[in-house]
């Protein structure tokens, strides 16, 4: 029986592995998931001990991908994927404390676990439509923080174009340098004189112009594309398999915005890794950490923080995983994701959030709680943190049930992206790894454009031809 994806709404058409990827959301709305979980036995978990992490990659993925991809094709893609990292172990943990771990997601090109499922993801889509002799072309906005990690997943892939919008004049140095200083024909960064908001404006006035949509293929690389969700499990199997699982259980703390990252876990444990907790650590923003608490989802006001990456609204990957509460029942999901766009807010019964209670716990942790735990955690290491990865260790730390499990608590970006944060809490200013120690010498390339969007339309139209 082959393996096919259906979606948490449940009414749009049931695809292979490859069409998810290129779908992205559901025609209804929806994510994908997999209609039958393949599941790794001890045994099966055990053959995979000492693998690397591309091989390892690979054993994971491949019963996912269910054939849509030769294997050996798939190899070489996870292979290439991987290779620009700058740890040989691609995934490092390191210890922190006893029998508590840091998971180091940040040796991928644009320093932060993003990488790891978008280096992957990049040449697939390229993979997948050089095959049936098409082309795509991937718009998205940027606050600084995200956008690189998108443009050195698809730079120089054949098959697509790229192009990026960020606030002209609001977003870090370094950030935009990410993005500009990328020598690629098929990168295209648009300095937009506008606000953050106004740019994804921009991206969503683009997608729901449907002429134009169709005659760019327009497409996005967003957190709910299910192949980024399978790229992460890897880290987690990685991780256990580390740790020594299956024959000791393992939990994990993971800062979290989208959801994304903490459901690959999540989807790990379904494909059998023993995961004994989950703790799900937000910063003020905390719209999980009070639905734990209380079993109410309820949108609030979105402020910033040390950690901007985490600073979001709704949690769109939640919807994955309230489909597996409620037994995959695509109604339920439906009534509740209408209710939060009605009203701003839904709710869980008692008796499921005693279930999600069983593998979670939530923590919150303000900008300063999240100082603190990086001057506490370099006084007592020497490690520096960035934000995000303060607020994972905090939460581990403070949630943490069982000392004789491990807790490893996920960095998801390297301190050298926030350095004033970190200089600031410790006194050290991170310096950049060598692979961007010459980022400020390199050359940029951006345009400026007015916040308008028939100009940025038209740009669109020229980028994305100028290479067919
Ligand atoms: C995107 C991001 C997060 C949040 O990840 P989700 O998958 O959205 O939960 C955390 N930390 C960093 C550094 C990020 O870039």
């Known amino acids: 029986m082959a393996l096919t994806y259906h979606s948490t709404r449940g009414h749009a058409p049931v695809l292979a592995f490859d069409d998810v990827l290129l779908a992205g959301l559901a025609r209804d709305g929806g994510l994908y998931l997999p209609q039958q979980w393949p599941r790794f036995t001890p045994a099966d978990l055990r053959s995979l001990a000492g693998l690397s992490y591309a091989e390892l990659a690979v054993r994971v993925m491949a019963p996912?991908?269910?054939?849509?991809i030769r294997e050996d094709d798939f190899a070489a893609l996870v292979h290439d994927a991987y290779a620009g990292f700058d740890h040989l172990a691609v995934a490092p943990l390191s210890q922190l404390g006893s029998n508590e771990w840091l998971l180091e997601l940040f040796h991928g090109p644009?320093?932060?676990f993003k990488d790891y499922a978008l280096q992957l993801l990049g040449r697939l889509f390229d993979h997948v439509l050089k095959a049936r002799g098409q082309r795509v072309t991937i718009v998205g906005?940027?606050?600084?923080?995200?956008?690189?990690?998108?443009?050195?997943?698809?730079?120089?892939?054949?098959?697509?174009?790229?192009?990026?919008?960020?606030?002209?004049?609001?977003t870090s140095d370094v950030q935009r340098r990410q993005m500009t200083t990328v020598a690629a024909a098929n990168v295209h960064n648009i300095a937009l004189e506008g606000t953050f908001d106004d740019c994804q404006d921009m991206v969503k006035s683009m997608f729901a112009d449907q002429a134009f949509r169709d005659q760019l293929q327009l497409s996005a690389v967003n957190s709910i594309n299910w192949a980024r969700i399978l790229g992460q499990t890897v880290y987690y199997m990685a991780a256990g398999l580390a740790l020594g699982a299956p024959d000791r259980e393992i939990a994990f703390a993971v800062p979290t915005g989208n959801f994304g990252n903490v459901?690959?876990?999540?989807a790990a444990k379904r494909m059998g890794l023993p995961i004994s907790q989950l703790v799900v650590g937000s910063n003020a923003n905390d719209i999980l950490t009070r639905f734990f608490e209380c079993g109410e989802m309820s949108i609030g006001q979105v402020v910033a923080t040390l950690s901007p990456s985490m600073d979001i609204q709704i949690s769109s990957n939640f919807e994955r995983y309230l489909f597996d509460i409620y037994g995959e029942n695509a109604a339920e999901v439906t009534g509740r994701m209408g209710a939060l766009r009605q009203s701003g807010q839904f709710s869980v019964d008692q008796g499921r959030m005693a279930e999600i209670r069983a593998l979670f716990d939530g923590f919150r942790l303000d900008d300063q709680g999240t100082s603190e735990t990086i001057r506490r955690v370099f006084s007592e290491t020497g490690i520096l943190l960035d934000p995000h990865s303060a607020i994972g260790v905090a939460a581990g730390r403070a949630r943490r049930r069982r000392t004789d499990i491990p807790m490893v608590a996920l960095a998801t970006a390297h301190a050298a992206k926030f350095p004033d944060a970190v200089a600031a809490a410790t006194g050290q200013r991170p310096p950049l790894p060598p692979r961007l120690a010459d980022l400020?010498?390199?050359?940029?390339?951006?345009?400026?454009?007015p916040n308008d969007l028939e100009a940025v339309k038209a740009y669109v139209r020229r980028a994305a031809r100028g290479r067919s």
């Not at 098959?159 to 002209?168: G, K, N, Q, S, V």
């Open 263 to 266: 459901y690959a876990a999540f």
């Open 440 to 449: 400020f010498q390199r050359q940029e390339r951006y345009d400026v454009l």
């Open 141 to 170: 906005a940027t606050s600084g923080d995200t956008g690189s990690a998108a443009i050195e997943a698809c730079r120089d892939r054949e098959a697509i174009d790229i192009i990026i919008l960020h606030p002209h004049g609001r």
């Open 110 to 112: 644009t320093l932060a």
């Open 64 to 68: 996912l991908l269910d054939k849509t």
